[in-house]
Protein backbone atom coordinates (compact mmCIF):
# COMPACT_ATOMS: atom_id res chain seq x y z
CA UNK A 1 0.00 0.00 0.00
CA UNK A 2 1.19 3.43 -0.90
CA UNK A 3 0.33 6.68 0.68
CA UNK A 4 -3.62 7.33 0.45
CA UNK A 5 -4.29 8.86 -3.22
CA UNK A 6 -6.28 11.53 -1.46
CA UNK A 7 -2.73 13.25 -0.02
CA UNK A 8 -2.49 14.40 -3.72
CA UNK A 9 -6.20 14.27 -5.22
CA UNK A 10 -8.10 15.29 -2.20
CA UNK A 11 -9.32 19.13 -2.75
CA UNK A 12 -8.45 21.99 0.00
CA UNK A 13 -12.38 22.75 0.60
CA UNK A 14 -13.83 23.69 3.84
CA UNK A 15 -15.90 21.35 5.65
CA UNK A 16 -17.34 20.08 9.34
CA UNK A 17 -16.13 17.38 11.35
CA UNK A 18 -17.73 15.47 14.17
CA UNK A 19 -17.24 13.10 16.77
CA UNK A 20 -17.38 9.26 16.01
CA UNK A 21 -15.87 7.72 18.98
CA UNK A 22 -15.37 9.04 23.22
CA UNK A 23 -16.06 11.80 24.67
CA UNK A 24 -14.49 15.16 23.51
CA UNK A 25 -12.95 16.81 26.38
CA UNK A 26 -14.85 19.79 28.36
CA UNK A 27 -11.25 21.64 29.04
CA UNK A 28 -9.78 21.54 25.75
CA UNK A 29 -9.98 24.99 23.12
CA UNK A 30 -7.72 26.77 21.02
CA UNK A 31 -7.31 25.69 17.46
CA UNK A 32 -4.70 23.21 15.58
CA UNK A 33 -3.45 25.18 12.43
CA UNK A 34 -1.78 23.16 9.62
CA UNK A 35 0.51 24.56 6.78
CA UNK A 36 0.16 22.62 3.16
CA UNK A 37 1.03 23.02 -0.33
CA UNK A 38 -1.64 23.32 -2.91
CA UNK A 39 -1.65 21.84 -5.89
CA UNK A 40 -1.91 25.03 -8.46
CA UNK A 41 0.36 23.42 -11.04
CA UNK A 42 1.41 20.30 -12.41
CA UNK A 43 4.88 20.39 -10.61
CA UNK A 44 7.72 17.74 -10.82
CA UNK A 45 8.18 18.09 -6.64
CA UNK A 46 5.08 19.34 -5.07
CA UNK A 47 6.05 20.37 -1.72
CA UNK A 48 7.16 23.69 -3.44
CA UNK A 49 3.47 24.59 -4.40
CA UNK A 50 1.83 28.07 -3.06
CA UNK A 51 0.94 27.42 0.15
CA UNK A 52 -2.62 27.30 2.20
CA UNK A 53 -3.81 27.48 5.72
CA UNK A 54 -6.08 25.32 7.28
CA UNK A 55 -7.53 25.16 10.62
CA UNK A 56 -9.58 22.80 13.28
CA UNK A 57 -11.24 24.38 15.61
CA UNK A 58 -10.91 22.57 18.80
CA UNK A 59 -14.00 23.87 20.46
CA UNK A 60 -17.28 22.40 18.77
CA UNK A 61 -19.82 25.14 17.14
CA UNK A 62 -16.93 27.66 16.60
CA UNK A 63 -16.25 29.46 13.62
CA UNK A 64 -19.38 28.85 11.91
CA UNK A 65 -20.06 24.97 12.40
CA UNK A 66 -22.75 23.51 13.19
CA UNK A 67 -23.75 22.63 16.84
CA UNK A 68 -22.11 20.08 18.55
CA UNK A 69 -19.79 19.89 15.04
CA UNK A 70 -16.00 21.03 14.60
CA UNK A 71 -15.31 23.87 11.69
CA UNK A 72 -12.26 23.26 9.40
CA UNK A 73 -11.11 26.23 6.95
CA UNK A 74 -8.74 26.42 4.28
CA UNK A 75 -7.43 28.84 2.57
CA UNK A 76 -4.74 30.24 -0.14
CA UNK A 77 -2.14 32.50 0.82
CA UNK A 78 -2.93 35.39 -1.07
CA UNK A 79 0.83 37.08 -1.07
CA UNK A 80 1.81 39.45 -3.42
CA UNK A 81 3.26 36.58 -5.40
CA UNK A 82 0.51 34.35 -5.54
CA UNK A 83 -1.49 37.46 -7.01
CA UNK A 84 0.88 38.15 -9.02
CA UNK A 85 0.91 34.16 -10.17
CA UNK A 86 -3.55 34.56 -10.31
CA UNK A 87 -3.02 37.09 -13.38
CA UNK A 88 0.34 36.08 -15.20
CA UNK A 89 0.47 32.57 -14.96
CA UNK A 90 2.50 32.01 -18.25
CA UNK A 91 5.37 34.33 -16.84
CA UNK A 92 5.78 31.20 -14.13
CA UNK A 93 7.71 28.29 -14.96
CA UNK A 94 8.57 25.52 -12.41
CA UNK A 95 11.65 23.72 -11.70
CA UNK A 96 12.66 20.77 -9.10
CA UNK A 97 12.91 23.72 -6.35
CA UNK A 98 9.64 25.53 -7.54
CA UNK A 99 8.42 28.62 -9.47
CA UNK A 100 10.99 30.26 -10.84
CA UNK A 101 9.96 34.15 -12.97
CA UNK A 102 10.91 37.38 -14.31
CA UNK A 103 9.23 38.95 -11.06
CA UNK A 104 11.61 36.49 -8.76
CA UNK A 105 10.98 33.97 -7.11
CA UNK A 106 7.78 32.60 -5.12
CA UNK A 107 7.28 32.63 -1.25
CA UNK A 108 5.13 29.51 -0.97
CA UNK A 109 5.13 29.92 2.45
CA UNK A 110 4.00 26.44 2.99
CA UNK A 111 5.68 24.70 5.27
CA UNK A 112 4.75 25.16 9.12
CA UNK A 113 2.25 27.74 10.70
CA UNK A 114 4.14 29.92 13.36
CA UNK A 115 1.30 31.30 16.35
CA UNK A 116 3.06 34.50 18.45
CA UNK A 117 1.25 35.82 20.80
CA UNK A 118 -1.91 37.05 19.36
CA UNK A 119 -0.31 36.84 15.64
CA UNK A 120 -0.57 34.28 13.34
CA UNK A 121 2.60 33.47 10.59
CA UNK A 122 3.21 30.97 7.65
CA UNK A 123 6.72 30.15 6.68
CA UNK A 124 9.18 28.46 4.33
CA UNK A 125 12.54 28.07 3.72
CA UNK A 126 12.76 29.70 0.38
CA UNK A 127 11.47 33.02 2.19
CA UNK A 128 10.13 36.07 4.42
CA UNK A 129 7.55 34.59 7.41
CA UNK A 130 3.93 35.59 6.36
CA UNK A 131 1.75 37.27 8.53
CA UNK A 132 -2.27 35.72 8.16
CA UNK A 133 -5.03 37.43 9.99
CA UNK A 134 -5.75 35.14 12.77
CA UNK A 135 -9.24 35.40 12.39
CA UNK A 136 -9.89 35.40 8.67
CA UNK A 137 -6.88 33.73 7.68
CA UNK A 138 -6.32 36.01 4.51
CA UNK A 139 -2.78 37.25 4.11
CA UNK A 140 -1.62 40.37 5.56
CA UNK A 141 2.25 41.16 5.31
CA UNK A 142 5.74 39.72 4.92
CA UNK A 143 8.41 40.26 7.67
CA UNK A 144 10.65 42.53 7.11
CA UNK A 145 11.77 44.88 4.23
CA UNK A 146 14.14 42.97 1.79
CA UNK A 147 17.08 45.61 2.25
CA UNK A 148 16.63 45.07 5.76
CA UNK A 149 17.39 41.54 5.13
CA UNK A 150 20.55 42.35 3.08
CA UNK A 151 19.23 41.47 0.10
CA UNK A 152 18.57 38.64 -2.37
CA UNK A 153 20.65 35.90 -1.53
CA UNK A 154 21.91 35.25 -4.62
CA UNK A 155 21.54 38.48 -7.26
CA UNK A 156 18.82 38.21 -9.79
CA UNK A 157 16.14 40.72 -11.04
CA UNK A 158 13.10 40.83 -10.25
CA UNK A 159 10.23 42.32 -7.41
CA UNK A 160 9.79 39.38 -5.41
CA UNK A 161 13.45 38.78 -3.47
CA UNK A 162 15.55 35.43 -3.25
CA UNK A 163 15.80 34.79 0.22
CA UNK A 164 17.12 31.41 1.15
CA UNK A 165 15.52 31.08 5.20
CA UNK A 166 14.36 28.41 7.54
CA UNK A 167 10.61 27.01 8.22
CA UNK A 168 11.22 27.32 11.70
CA UNK A 169 12.20 30.90 12.85
CA UNK A 170 11.64 30.72 16.86
CA UNK A 171 9.85 33.14 18.73
CA UNK A 172 11.88 34.35 21.78
CA UNK A 173 9.23 35.07 25.00
CA UNK A 174 11.78 37.13 26.86
CA UNK A 175 12.95 39.38 23.63
CA UNK A 176 9.71 39.46 22.35
CA UNK A 177 11.25 38.70 18.56
CA UNK A 178 11.83 36.20 16.25
CA UNK A 179 15.04 34.29 15.67
CA UNK A 180 15.42 33.59 12.18
CA UNK A 181 17.77 32.75 9.28
CA UNK A 182 19.09 33.74 6.15
CA UNK A 183 21.78 31.92 3.81
CA UNK A 184 23.58 33.78 0.83
CA UNK A 185 25.76 32.53 -1.62
CA UNK A 186 29.65 33.34 -0.82
CA UNK A 187 33.00 32.30 -2.38
CA UNK A 188 34.96 32.47 0.44
CA UNK A 189 36.23 30.54 2.68
CA UNK A 190 34.72 27.87 0.24
CA UNK A 191 31.45 28.15 -2.74
CA UNK A 192 29.08 28.01 -0.11
CA UNK A 193 25.86 29.77 1.72
CA UNK A 194 26.99 31.94 4.32
CA UNK A 195 24.16 31.59 7.49
CA UNK A 196 23.32 34.69 8.87
CA UNK A 197 21.28 35.11 12.48
CA UNK A 198 17.94 37.36 11.40
CA UNK A 199 16.30 38.84 14.47
CA UNK A 200 12.84 40.46 14.10
CA UNK A 201 11.41 42.53 16.90
CA UNK A 202 7.67 42.67 17.18
CA UNK A 203 8.18 46.39 17.75
CA UNK A 204 10.67 47.13 14.81
CA UNK A 205 7.62 47.04 12.06
CA UNK A 206 9.05 46.53 9.11
CA UNK A 207 12.60 45.89 9.69
CA UNK A 208 14.45 42.93 10.54
CA UNK A 209 18.56 42.96 11.51
CA UNK A 210 21.22 40.31 10.19
CA UNK A 211 24.70 38.98 11.21
CA UNK A 212 26.42 36.85 9.23
CA UNK A 213 28.15 33.80 10.63
CA UNK A 214 31.98 34.54 10.03
CA UNK A 215 33.82 32.07 8.19
CA UNK A 216 31.51 29.85 8.06
CA UNK A 217 30.51 28.18 4.64
CA UNK A 218 28.44 24.87 4.26
CA UNK A 219 26.03 23.45 0.80
CA UNK A 220 22.59 22.26 2.68
CA UNK A 221 19.84 24.06 4.35
CA UNK A 222 19.22 24.97 7.82
CA UNK A 223 15.67 24.15 8.43
CA UNK A 224 15.30 24.60 12.32
CA UNK A 225 16.86 27.22 14.46
CA UNK A 226 16.02 26.78 18.06
CA UNK A 227 16.81 28.35 21.40
CA UNK A 228 17.33 28.46 24.92
CA UNK A 229 17.82 31.39 27.20
CA UNK A 230 21.18 32.66 26.21
CA UNK A 231 21.97 30.47 22.98
CA UNK A 232 20.83 30.14 19.30
CA UNK A 233 21.19 27.04 18.15
CA UNK A 234 21.48 26.76 13.87
CA UNK A 235 22.66 23.38 12.01
CA UNK A 236 22.74 22.40 8.54
CA UNK A 237 20.04 19.92 8.56
CA UNK A 238 22.11 18.13 6.20
CA UNK A 239 19.49 16.17 3.78
CA UNK A 240 18.43 18.54 1.65
CA UNK A 241 21.49 19.26 -0.83
CA UNK A 242 20.69 21.39 -3.61
CA UNK A 243 22.20 18.59 -6.56
CA UNK A 244 24.14 21.05 -9.91
CA UNK A 245 23.96 17.34 -12.17
CA UNK A 246 20.26 17.10 -11.39
CA UNK A 247 19.42 21.24 -12.03
CA UNK A 248 21.41 20.98 -15.64
CA UNK A 249 18.76 17.87 -15.97
CA UNK A 250 20.93 15.03 -14.93
CA UNK A 251 20.36 12.25 -12.23
CA UNK A 252 20.98 13.21 -8.80
CA UNK A 253 24.41 12.14 -7.72
CA UNK A 254 24.62 14.45 -4.43
CA UNK A 255 23.99 12.05 -1.25
CA UNK A 256 23.23 13.35 2.41
CA UNK A 257 26.00 13.94 4.65
CA UNK A 258 26.51 11.79 7.79
CA UNK A 259 27.22 14.12 10.39
CA UNK A 260 26.29 17.84 10.74
CA UNK A 261 27.95 20.80 11.57
CA UNK A 262 26.23 22.62 14.56
CA UNK A 263 26.65 26.54 14.96
CA UNK A 264 25.91 28.20 18.94
CA UNK A 265 25.67 31.52 19.33
CA UNK A 266 25.39 33.77 22.07
CA UNK A 267 22.27 35.74 22.24
CA UNK A 268 24.15 38.45 24.17
CA UNK A 269 26.81 38.94 21.24
CA UNK A 270 24.66 40.77 19.23
CA UNK A 271 23.01 43.30 21.61
CA UNK A 272 24.01 46.59 20.14
CA UNK A 273 26.00 45.14 17.46
CA UNK A 274 25.26 46.85 14.14
CA UNK A 275 23.12 45.23 11.58
CA UNK A 276 24.93 43.49 8.97
CA UNK A 277 28.37 42.96 11.45
CA UNK A 278 29.69 39.46 11.31
CA UNK A 279 29.54 37.32 14.39
CA UNK A 280 32.10 34.19 15.09
CA UNK A 281 29.78 31.23 16.14
CA UNK A 282 31.18 28.01 18.35
CA UNK A 283 30.97 25.22 15.52
CA UNK A 284 30.21 21.87 16.82
CA UNK A 285 30.03 18.29 15.01
CA UNK A 286 26.39 16.32 15.14
CA UNK A 287 24.87 12.91 14.06
CA UNK A 288 22.46 11.84 12.20
CA UNK A 289 21.58 15.03 9.88
CA UNK A 290 17.82 16.25 11.49
CA UNK A 291 15.36 18.77 10.18
CA UNK A 292 14.19 19.20 13.42
CA UNK A 293 15.47 19.37 16.88
CA UNK A 294 14.01 21.52 19.84
CA UNK A 295 16.44 22.55 23.10
CA UNK A 296 15.33 23.37 26.61
CA UNK A 297 15.05 27.04 27.43
CA UNK A 298 16.20 26.92 30.68
CA UNK A 299 20.40 26.65 30.21
CA UNK A 300 21.48 26.56 33.89
CA UNK A 301 22.85 23.45 33.37
CA UNK A 302 23.74 23.13 29.93
CA UNK A 303 22.17 23.40 26.35
CA UNK A 304 19.89 20.49 26.40
CA UNK A 305 18.06 19.86 23.07
CA UNK A 306 15.99 16.56 21.67
CA UNK A 307 17.65 16.39 17.77
CA UNK A 308 15.44 14.44 15.51
CA UNK A 309 17.49 12.39 14.01
CA UNK A 310 16.83 11.85 10.09
CA UNK A 311 18.54 8.89 8.89
CA UNK A 312 18.73 8.51 5.21
CA UNK A 313 16.32 10.78 4.65
CA UNK A 314 16.80 12.36 1.62
CA UNK A 315 14.46 15.32 1.27
CA UNK A 316 15.69 16.26 -1.95
CA UNK A 317 15.13 13.25 -3.71
CA UNK A 318 11.23 12.99 -4.86
CA UNK A 319 9.12 10.59 -6.87
CA UNK A 320 8.72 11.09 -10.54
CA UNK A 321 6.64 9.28 -13.02
CA UNK A 322 8.65 6.47 -14.42
CA UNK A 323 10.34 5.26 -11.05
CA UNK A 324 10.12 1.73 -9.76
CA UNK A 325 9.64 1.51 -5.74
CA UNK A 326 12.04 -0.50 -4.01
CA UNK A 327 10.49 -3.57 -4.76
CA UNK A 328 10.56 -2.97 -8.45
CA UNK A 329 6.84 -2.23 -9.27
CA UNK A 330 5.84 1.09 -10.71
CA UNK A 331 5.63 4.07 -8.67
CA UNK A 332 1.40 4.45 -7.72
CA UNK A 333 0.56 7.73 -10.16
CA UNK A 334 -0.84 9.15 -7.34
CA UNK A 335 2.78 9.80 -5.24
CA UNK A 336 4.10 10.92 -7.96
CA UNK A 337 6.04 14.75 -7.08
CA UNK A 338 6.01 13.06 -3.51
CA UNK A 339 9.22 13.06 -1.48
CA UNK A 340 11.42 9.61 -1.27
CA UNK A 341 10.57 7.70 2.17
CA UNK A 342 12.56 7.18 4.64
CA UNK A 343 15.15 4.62 3.71
CA UNK A 344 16.41 3.21 7.50
CA UNK A 345 14.67 3.77 11.08
CA UNK A 346 14.97 6.76 12.42
CA UNK A 347 17.67 8.28 15.26
CA UNK A 348 16.03 10.37 18.32
CA UNK A 349 18.66 11.75 20.62
CA UNK A 350 19.33 14.45 24.10
CA UNK A 351 22.42 15.79 23.20
CA UNK A 352 24.02 18.33 25.40
CA UNK A 353 25.83 20.54 23.22
CA UNK A 354 29.01 21.74 25.30
CA UNK A 355 30.30 25.78 24.25
CA UNK A 356 32.62 25.12 26.20
CA UNK A 357 34.35 22.12 24.82
CA UNK A 358 32.86 21.78 21.76
CA UNK A 359 31.26 18.74 22.27
CA UNK A 360 27.94 17.22 21.67
CA UNK A 361 27.11 14.60 24.56
CA UNK A 362 24.48 12.12 23.90
CA UNK A 363 22.24 11.41 27.39
CA UNK A 364 19.55 9.67 25.62
CA UNK A 365 18.95 7.54 22.61
CA UNK A 366 16.31 5.58 20.43
CA UNK A 367 16.24 3.94 17.84
CA UNK A 368 14.70 0.35 16.63
CA UNK A 369 13.51 -1.52 13.91
CA UNK A 370 10.15 -0.06 13.65
CA UNK A 371 11.29 3.60 14.17
CA UNK A 372 10.81 4.80 10.16
CA UNK A 373 9.88 8.13 8.40
CA UNK A 374 10.32 10.18 12.41
CA UNK A 375 7.68 12.55 10.71
CA UNK A 376 7.24 15.39 13.14
CA UNK A 377 6.64 15.65 16.97
CA UNK A 378 4.27 17.53 19.41
CA UNK A 379 5.36 19.38 22.47
CA UNK A 380 4.17 21.97 24.78
CA UNK A 381 5.17 25.25 23.46
CA UNK A 382 4.85 27.56 26.21
CA UNK A 383 7.36 29.31 28.01
CA UNK A 384 6.99 27.11 31.57
CA UNK A 385 6.53 23.95 29.04
CA UNK A 386 10.26 24.83 27.24
CA UNK A 387 11.69 25.77 30.63
CA UNK A 388 10.82 22.54 32.15
CA UNK A 389 10.28 19.93 29.27
CA UNK A 390 8.62 16.95 30.38
CA UNK A 391 7.39 14.82 27.40
CA UNK A 392 7.87 14.71 23.78
CA UNK A 393 5.44 12.68 21.33
CA UNK A 394 6.47 11.80 17.78
CA UNK A 395 5.01 10.54 15.02
CA UNK A 396 6.46 7.69 13.14
CA UNK A 397 5.15 6.93 9.67
CA UNK A 398 6.41 3.39 9.76
CA UNK A 399 8.47 2.00 6.01
CA UNK A 400 6.71 2.68 3.29
CA UNK A 401 8.46 0.79 0.66
CA UNK A 402 5.72 1.13 -2.04
CA UNK A 403 7.29 5.58 -1.42
CA UNK A 404 10.89 3.99 -2.13
CA UNK A 405 12.26 4.35 -5.52
CA UNK A 406 14.90 1.48 -7.14
CA UNK A 407 16.37 4.93 -8.32
CA UNK A 408 17.38 6.10 -4.25
CA UNK A 409 17.89 3.07 -2.84
CA UNK A 410 20.74 2.34 -5.84
CA UNK A 411 22.43 5.77 -5.23
CA UNK A 412 22.49 4.67 -1.22
CA UNK A 413 22.88 0.64 -2.01
CA UNK A 414 26.38 1.22 0.59
CA UNK A 415 24.57 3.04 3.21
CA UNK A 416 20.90 1.11 3.51
CA UNK A 417 19.78 -2.67 4.15
CA UNK A 418 17.68 -3.52 1.53
CA UNK A 419 15.78 -6.59 3.09
CA UNK A 420 14.51 -3.75 5.55
CA UNK A 421 12.95 -2.12 3.16
CA UNK A 422 10.91 -4.49 1.46
CA UNK A 423 6.99 -4.33 4.11
CA UNK A 424 5.43 -1.90 5.28
CA UNK A 425 5.50 -1.84 8.72
CA UNK A 426 2.94 0.22 10.51
CA UNK A 427 2.94 3.80 11.78
CA UNK A 428 3.08 5.05 15.66
CA UNK A 429 2.43 7.47 17.95
CA UNK A 430 5.03 7.55 20.26
CA UNK A 431 5.79 9.42 23.92
CA UNK A 432 9.51 10.04 25.16
CA UNK A 433 10.60 11.22 28.36
CA UNK A 434 12.50 14.14 27.82
CA UNK A 435 16.10 14.01 28.86
CA UNK A 436 16.51 10.07 29.05
CA UNK A 437 14.56 9.72 25.74
CA UNK A 438 13.39 6.90 27.56
CA UNK A 439 10.12 5.08 25.15
CA UNK A 440 7.45 6.13 27.66
CA UNK A 441 4.13 5.14 25.73
CA UNK A 442 3.42 3.79 22.39
CA UNK A 443 0.38 3.81 20.09
CA UNK A 444 0.57 1.44 16.67
CA UNK A 445 -1.44 2.48 13.58
CA UNK A 446 -1.78 -1.51 12.12
CA UNK A 447 -4.07 -0.49 9.48
CA UNK A 448 -1.09 0.41 6.48
CA UNK A 449 -3.80 2.68 5.28
CA UNK A 450 -3.40 5.01 7.65
CA UNK A 451 -0.84 7.52 7.16
CA UNK A 452 -0.43 9.70 10.47
CA UNK A 453 0.59 13.47 9.91
CA UNK A 454 2.18 16.02 12.35
CA UNK A 455 0.90 16.13 15.20
CA UNK A 456 -0.08 18.73 18.43
CA UNK A 457 -0.11 19.30 21.85
CA UNK A 458 -2.67 21.13 23.07
CA UNK A 459 -3.13 22.02 27.41
CA UNK A 460 -5.83 21.79 29.60
CA UNK A 461 -7.27 25.20 30.03
CA UNK A 462 -4.84 26.80 27.94
CA UNK A 463 -4.62 30.51 29.06
CA UNK A 464 -6.90 30.11 31.76
CA UNK A 465 -4.41 31.32 34.48
CA UNK A 466 -3.20 35.08 34.67
CA UNK A 467 0.08 33.81 35.89
CA UNK A 468 1.24 32.16 32.94
CA UNK A 469 1.62 32.76 29.30
CA UNK A 470 -1.16 32.21 27.14
CA UNK A 471 0.18 28.81 25.84
CA UNK A 472 0.29 27.25 29.10
CA UNK A 473 -2.26 24.87 30.63
CA UNK A 474 -2.30 23.85 34.32
CA UNK A 475 1.12 21.73 34.42
CA UNK A 476 3.61 22.57 31.67
CA UNK A 477 5.93 20.59 30.15
CA UNK A 478 3.76 17.92 27.63
CA UNK A 479 2.10 15.61 29.80
CA UNK A 480 -0.85 17.14 31.26
CA UNK A 481 -3.10 18.12 27.98
CA UNK A 482 -3.85 16.39 25.20
CA UNK A 483 -2.11 15.26 21.56
CA UNK A 484 -3.98 15.32 18.48
CA UNK A 485 -2.86 13.12 15.91
CA UNK A 486 -4.18 13.64 12.39
CA UNK A 487 -4.45 10.54 10.26
CA UNK A 488 -4.95 10.61 6.72
CA UNK A 489 -7.15 8.17 4.82
CA UNK A 490 -8.70 7.87 1.71
CA UNK A 491 -11.43 6.48 3.92
CA UNK A 492 -11.51 10.14 5.32
CA UNK A 493 -9.38 12.49 7.05
CA UNK A 494 -9.75 11.81 11.23
CA UNK A 495 -8.53 13.63 14.19
CA UNK A 496 -7.76 11.27 17.05
CA UNK A 497 -7.34 12.69 20.28
CA UNK A 498 -4.99 11.41 22.80
CA UNK A 499 -4.35 12.22 26.82
CA UNK A 500 -1.01 13.30 26.79
CA UNK A 501 -0.25 11.13 29.78
CA UNK A 502 -1.37 8.06 28.76
CA UNK A 503 -0.83 7.36 25.03
CA UNK A 504 -0.38 3.97 25.24
CA UNK A 505 -4.49 3.42 25.99
CA UNK A 506 -5.52 5.02 22.64
CA UNK A 507 -7.54 8.17 21.33
CA UNK A 508 -9.83 9.23 23.93
CA UNK A 509 -12.15 10.82 20.77
CA UNK A 510 -11.90 10.97 17.05
CA UNK A 511 -13.20 13.13 14.99
CA UNK A 512 -14.42 12.57 11.27
CA UNK A 513 -16.11 14.46 8.54
CA UNK A 514 -19.39 14.32 8.15
CA UNK A 515 -18.88 12.98 4.60
CA UNK A 516 -15.52 11.24 5.13
CA UNK A 517 -14.08 14.20 3.60
CA UNK A 518 -10.05 13.78 2.57
CA UNK A 519 -7.56 16.52 2.79
CA UNK A 520 -4.82 16.70 1.01
CA UNK A 521 -1.29 16.60 1.98
CA UNK A 522 -0.03 18.68 4.95
CA UNK A 523 2.99 19.53 6.41
CA UNK A 524 3.70 20.95 9.99
CA UNK A 525 0.64 22.28 12.67
CA UNK A 526 0.75 24.12 15.81
CA UNK A 527 -1.83 24.92 18.56
CA UNK A 528 -2.98 28.57 19.09
CA UNK A 529 -5.58 29.52 21.46
CA UNK A 530 -8.12 31.19 19.20
CA UNK A 531 -8.00 35.08 18.31
CA UNK A 532 -10.40 37.22 16.46
CA UNK A 533 -8.73 40.62 15.90
CA UNK A 534 -5.39 41.44 14.21
CA UNK A 535 -3.11 43.13 16.34
CA UNK A 536 -2.00 46.59 15.86
CA UNK A 537 1.61 47.21 14.45
CA UNK A 538 3.43 48.50 11.79
CA UNK A 539 3.76 46.46 9.12
CA UNK A 540 5.61 46.43 5.67
CA UNK A 541 3.44 47.17 2.54
CA UNK A 542 4.63 45.53 -0.80
CA UNK A 543 4.23 48.66 -2.68
CA UNK A 544 7.36 49.98 -0.24
CA UNK A 545 9.20 47.58 -1.53
CA UNK A 546 8.83 48.59 -5.44
CA UNK A 547 11.90 50.56 -5.99
CA UNK A 548 12.38 52.25 -9.62
CA UNK A 549 15.53 50.17 -9.71
CA UNK A 550 13.16 46.85 -8.44
CA UNK A 551 10.78 47.75 -10.87
CA UNK A 552 13.15 48.55 -14.20
CA UNK A 553 14.31 44.60 -13.56
CA UNK A 554 11.32 43.71 -14.68
CA UNK A 555 9.73 43.72 -18.38
CA UNK A 556 7.53 46.71 -18.83
CA UNK A 557 4.42 45.09 -19.94
CA UNK A 558 4.58 43.65 -16.37
CA UNK A 559 4.30 46.86 -14.07
CA UNK A 560 0.55 47.12 -15.09
CA UNK A 561 -0.09 43.86 -12.87
CA UNK A 562 2.13 44.55 -10.02
CA UNK A 563 1.09 48.21 -9.17
CA UNK A 564 -2.58 46.31 -9.33
CA UNK A 565 -1.17 44.26 -6.68
CA UNK A 566 0.46 46.63 -4.49
CA UNK A 567 -2.69 48.81 -4.82
CA UNK A 568 -4.95 45.63 -3.42
CA UNK A 569 -2.40 44.85 -0.74
CA UNK A 570 -2.11 48.24 0.69
CA UNK A 571 -6.05 47.79 1.43
CA UNK A 572 -4.97 45.03 3.54
CA UNK A 573 -4.70 46.87 7.03
FE1 LIG B 1 9.93 21.23 9.33
Not at 22 to 44: A, H, K, L, N, Y
Not at 93 to 111: D, F, I, K, R, W
Not at 314 to 327: G, M, Q, S
Not at 328 to 354: C, H, K, Q, R, W
Request: proline share 8%.
Amino acid sequence: MSTPHSLTTAPHADFELEVVEGVWPEDISGEMVFSSPQRCTPMDYSIFDWGSICRLSLAAGTRGAGPGRFAWQTRSIQSPGKRLWDRLPEQFTTTATGYQSPLGPANAANTAPLPWGGRLYTTWDAGRPIELHPDTLEFVAEVGHRDSWGGNSLEMPGIMPFLLSTAHPVVDPERDCLWSVKLEFVMEPSIGLRPSVVRYDAADGTQVRHWPLEGVSFLGSTHTVSQTRDWLILADSGNFKPDPAEMFGGERVLTIDHEVPVWLIRKDQLDGLATGTPVTPITLTMAPPAGHFYARWDDSDGISVVWEGMDLMDLAFYLKADDLDVNGNPIDPASVGLYNMAMAPETIVEVLFDPESGKAIERGIYREDWTFNLQLSAMDWSTEGLTKPTLHHVTYQGCRPHNISLRAATLYADRIDLDQLREATPGALATFERGSMELKAKWDYPNLDDHITSPTFAPRGGGSSGAQSAYAGGEPGGHDGYVLQPVMSDDGFRVELFDAAAVGKGPIAVLKGTNRECVPMVLHSAWMPSYHDLVDAERLRFSDELSDDLMASVPEELHGAIREVAAECDELF
